[in-house]
């Protein structure tokens, strides 16, 4: 194992705003995911929109965040 761990060279150019990019890119792909699924259980109606928010908060673990 240590063996393979220090036969793969690793660019000069790589330093930590490698990992922040990589970071936040992780990010943006949870924020689209979650934002997915919210638009799809989401009810626009006029009716039942307040419903659909207070279900969100109430029945959806960390809903209210």
């Known amino acids: 194992m240590k ?7 690793c660019p000069l150019q790589i330093n930590s705003f490698w990992n ?11 924020q689209i995911i979650t934002g ?3 638009g799809l259980h989401y009810t626009s109606d006029l009716n039942s929109a307040y419903f ?6 109430r029945e959806i ?3 209210w965040c």
């Open 36 to 38: 997915i699924f919210l």
């Open 52 to 57: 659909s928010l207070f279900f969100f908060m």
């Open 3 to 9: 063996s393979h761990l220090q036969s793969y060279p």
């Open 20 to 30: 922040l990019g990589f970071l936040l890119g992780i990010t943006i792909i949870l």
């Open 61 to 63: 673990f960390y809903g």
